[in-house]
């Protein structure tokens, strides 16, 4: 009887043990489930922190371009005032050139007042200076005019300014430049 005791011990025993370990292996599992978990959770937020990263960097980038064409405006602003003794014509041909390089940095069609708010001069001065900066470099810098009047600067690059140089469009400029002289 001490046997048989002694043998349901053992086995009963046995069963703990195998229902301990068993136990112990479900939590380290779950354990390993969370962790996993976890490491996902935390990956999907890094790739959404790099997403918000990257767009604050391009905001920034927008941000630096548009300060460093505000800093060439006010320092062309600056330079023809003390120039403008030696000679209208000079800072108009400054202006211009400034005009040009700020268009070639950032190309696309500016208003008349957009360009008067860029380069902080009168309208007409500014009016004078789109001449300018079309008479400087016909190649690239176009100018049109749209509904009532309304005077459009545009830079082209080389390709698109070859492009235009083979259409015939030149009367398009004559008549533009004629309304111009007209104007001021």
Do not use: W
């Amino acid at each position: 009887m001490f046997e048989e005791l002694l043998e349901l011990y053992k086995t009963k025993a046995e069963e703990i043990e195998r229902s301990k370990k068993e136990t112990q292996a479900m939590i380290l599992l779950v354990s390993a489930m969370e962790k996993i978990s976890q490491e996902a959770n935390s990956r999907q937020s890094d790739v959404e922190l790099i997403g918000r990263l990257i767009d604050q960097v391009d905001r920034l980038s927008k941000e630096v371009s548009d300060l460093k064409s505000q800093i060439r405006a006010r320092q062309v602003r600056s330079a023809p005032v003390q120039e403008a003794s030696s000679g209208d014509g000079k800072a108009l041909d400054n202006h211009a050139r400034s005009l040009i390089d700020i268009m070639e940095e950032r190309p696309g069609r500016y208003t008349t007042s957009e360009l008067v708010d860029m380069l902080g001069l009168n309208k007409t001065t500014v009016i004078s200076v789109m001449k300018r900066a079309h008479e400087i470099d016909p190649i690239h810098v176009k100018m049109t005019q749209g509904k009532r009047r309304k005077l459009y600067l545009s830079y082209a690059a080389e390709d698109e300014a070859q492009k235009t140089e083979a259409s015939p469009g030149s009367s398009e400029s004559d008549r533009v430049k004629l309304e111009l002289m007209a104007m001021t």
